[in-house]
């Protein structure tokens, strides 16, 4: 392991150098790469990292988010742990990957949806499989919708009834949570009931509010009785006040989960390829009754 600390070091030191910097392809993959490694030390249960390895993590996440997104919040390098670093470093990465995606020309398919509360498409990318995207107009200022989706989330199982719980393990700062989410069971539910540990990260670029999750590992681990373990590969909203109208909200919901299979066996690709959209078509028009009757044009 020390080796492999000392060629973390060197890679963020690397980083640094100015003509390194230029490439913001290289800095992503480094991000990545700093990501893998502290995962196989807390895997491995090593807890200590040399003190300065958390500093030249977060220099070089402060140079990354510089360039594109800005923390909502401020903070001291000084009080993460290499733990905290690692939640930190995994929410910038599916960040950075939320806004290739958002950023490039991909071709989505209108998915076919019941409930016209919003409009769900997909698209099939490298690394995450079918991505859907949900898109809306709310009549709500993108404050509220902050304070609902990412300060309040654990109040979330009080106006959406598809989830039984939600639950902050962690505060990292102030942009990062590492949650535990308990869906509710269902009656003819054909996936059935399932839990998802992840790491909620936020960040600012101009005026909009990108909240982020992806799934993580925590120690101890949450057990949920009856529920089958699944993974957010990536979900990123982004809230953007509406051009000439700063009361409503431009919400954008990118989703890819993986459901894992049920007790009864594998999950055909047509029922996840239903019940993902569907499941965001709800949660918006959970919110939009929640938020108020008007809340949806």
């Known amino acids: 392991s020390c080796a492999m600390l000392r060629a973390t070091v060197k890679l963020c030191c690397g980083i640094a150098h100015d003509h390194l910097r230029r490439l913001p392809g290289l800095k992503i993959t480094a991000v990545v790469a700093i990501q893998k490694d502290v995962r196989g030390l807390v895997v491995r249960g090593s807890r200590h990292l040399h003190s300065k390895i958390p500093h030249y993590i977060q220099r070089l996440m402060g140079k990354e988010t510089a360039a594109c997104l800005e923390p909502a919040g401020d903070v001291s390098p000084s009080q993460f742990s290499s733990m905290d670093l690692f939640y930190i470093t995994q929410g910038e990465t599916a960040l950075q990957r939320a806004l290739s995606i958002l950023q490039q020309h991909t071709s989505w398919q209108a998915e076919t949806m019941l409930d016209a509360v919003a409009a769900v498409s997909s698209a099939a990318l490298p690394g995450l499989g079918k991505v859907f995207r949900a898109e809306a107009v709310l009549a709500v200022p993108v404050a509220r919708l902050h304070q609902e989706l990412f300060e309040g989330i654990e109040q979330m199982p009080q106006w959406n009834p598809t ?21 509710a069971p269902s009656p003819g539910n054909l996936v059935g009931q399932r839990d998802f540990v992840s790491v909620q990260h936020r960040g600012r670029r101009e005026t909009a509010i990108y909240l982020v999750g992806t799934a993580t590992h925590v120690e101890p681990l949450p057990l949920q009785e009856g529920c089958i373990r699944a993974e ?41 390829n239903r019940v993902l959209p569907q499941s965001q078509a709800d949660f918006i028009k959970h919110l939009c009754q929640h938020l108020s009757a008007t809340a949806c044009p």
């Open 163 to 183: 989830l039984s719980q939600v639950k902050v393990l962690q505060r990292i700062g102030t942009d990062t949570l590492v949650t535990h989410e308990v869906t």
């Open 232 to 272: 957010s590969r990536l979900s990123c909203i982004v809230l953007q006040p509406l051009a000439g109208d700063p009361g409503r909200t431009r919400f954008t919901w990118l989703l890819s989960m993986d459901l894992k299979a049920s007790a009864a066996g594998w999950i055909p690709a047509s029922i996840i």
